[in-house]
């Protein structure tokens, strides 16, 4: 059994989920093969918000993917890194709409920049030309989603170590099963997950998946070539991201990649990621450039941050490349701010709050 300390306990803010996750848990093997379309409540993908489309058309007018920042994710990155939904058990119809030969929604945006942004600081191609398997550490990697893109980029080039919740293995487990035949998937388990597998067995393996309760058991590794969080810090405690990053800092031989808001109404459990990033790495974009474009708000900060990192104690620096994803201004924030959390949301949170 897990112990209550660390990375072990989720935070508060996972504890309300326990009924989504038993619903997964009991779903049908015909419902497991269309487990993306489960997947919403964790994901953002719910209808509304893009995974279906809009009923209107089934192909993306270039207006229209320009809207959902797909057009700029992609613009001058080669084609083999443009990403869209695999081709999995369609029982409810296409997970988005067509556009360029590839189906995409806005979900799929929040990857493609991602792809974007490492091939610009030229993760992408250090990966590919590297001569023996990398190490790529997600940590939270909810569905598996952008495991399978960079799993289907670098095949034969890398180890996907996912950390997670064990309920969000089980997810992203079958999903990676679904969408990766013919690649190898090592699920943890205690007996065979030793310190000698850690250091040399992962690397016969494209899909390595362990639960957050063993993040002790990883200490074994040597080297990170990158580390991803996307969404995923900001639902946990401080102590339990430095504790991420102290076990990464160590390691990672080439980047930190965060993309999550500095702090998250709905967890009272995280002060400021950039206050413990700075501990660890050098941040680029500097907290600052952020930081300028809400310092007349108060509380919260909704302003979606991607921060590429290096450790201090690594002598390295960040090249300054260009990123897509990025704010621009005040009145961004703004927008954002009521976008991301709708009033009514707003409001039960603060009459929650005042309740409380």
């Given at each position: 059994m897990p112990d209550?300390?660390?990375?072990?306990?989720?935070?508060?803010?996972?504890?309300?989920?326990?009924?989504?996750?038993?619903?997964?848990?009991?779903?049908?093997?015909?419902?497991?093969?269309?487990?993306?379309?489960?997947?919403?409540?964790?994901?953002?993908?719910?209808?509304?918000?893009?995974?279906?489309?809009?009923?209107?058309?089934?192909?993306?007018?270039?207006?229209?993917?320009?809207?959902?920042?797909?057009?700029?994710?992609?613009n001058g990155l080669p084609e083999k890194y443009w990403l869209g939904?695999?081709?999995?058990?369609?029982?409810?119809?296409?997970?988005?709409?067509?556009?360029?030969?590839?189906?995409?929604?806005?979900?799929?945006?929040?990857?493609?920049?991602?792809?974007?942004?490492?091939?610009?600081?030229?993760?992408?191609?250090?990966?590919?030309?590297s001569a023996e398997r990398q190490t790529i550490m997600e940590v939270g990697a909810g569905y598996g989603g952008f495991a399978h893109a960079l799993g289907k980029i670098l095949k034969g080039k890398i180890t996907y170590l996912i950390v997670d919740l064990p309920e969000m293995l089980f997810v992203s487990g079958v999903y990676l099963t679904l969408t990766n035949l013919g690649q190898s998937i090592y699920v943890y388990d205690k007996d065979s997950f030793t310190p000698e597998f850690v250091a040399h067995g992962m690397h016969n393996y494209d899909?390595?998946?362990?639960?957050?309760?063993?993040?002790?058991?990883?200490?074994?590794?040597?080297?990170?070539?990158?580390?991803?969080?996307?969404?995923?810090?900001?639902?946990m405690t401080d102590p339990q991201v430095e504790e991420y990053l102290s076990f990464c800092a160590s390691r990672i031989t080439g980047f930190l990649y965060s993309y999550n808001t500095e702090t998250f109404y709905l967890n009272q459990e995280l002060a400021s990621l950039s206050a413990l990033f700075t501990k660890y790495f050098d941040l680029y974009p500097d907290p600052s450039f952020y930081d300028e474009l809400v310092k007349d708000r108060s509380g919260w900060d909704p302003t979606r941050r991607h921060h590429f990192g290096v450790p201090m104690s690594s002598g390295r620096t960040n090249p300054k490349a260009s990123l897509v994803g990025l704010p621009t201004s005040p009145r961004y924030a703004k927008r954002l701010a009521r976008a991301v959390v709708p009033r009514w949301v707003r409001q039960l949170a603060i009459r929650t709050m005042l309740e409380g």
């Open positions: 209550d300390e660390g990375t072990a306990n989720p935070s508060n803010f996972w504890k309300p989920w326990a009924n989504a996750w038993q619903y997964l848990l009991d779903l049908s093997p015909e419902n497991l093969r269309n487990i993306r379309y489960h997947t919403g409540l964790f994901s953002g993908g719910i209808p509304g918000h893009g995974l279906w489309g809009d009923g209107k058309s089934d192909d993306y007018t270039y207006e229209e993917a320009k809207q959902i920042g797909y057009t700029e994710a992609i939904e695999p081709e999995t058990a369609r029982a409810y119809g296409p997970l988005g709409k067509q556009y360029l030969g590839r189906t995409v929604s806005p979900i799929i945006v929040r990857s493609q920049r991602c792809v974007f942004n490492l091939y610009s600081m030229g993760v992408m191609q250090q990966l590919e030309q899909f390595v998946l362990v639960p957050n309760f063993a993040l002790s058991k990883l200490h074994p590794i040597d080297e990170i070539a990158l580390m991803v969080n996307m969404e995923s810090f900001q639902e």
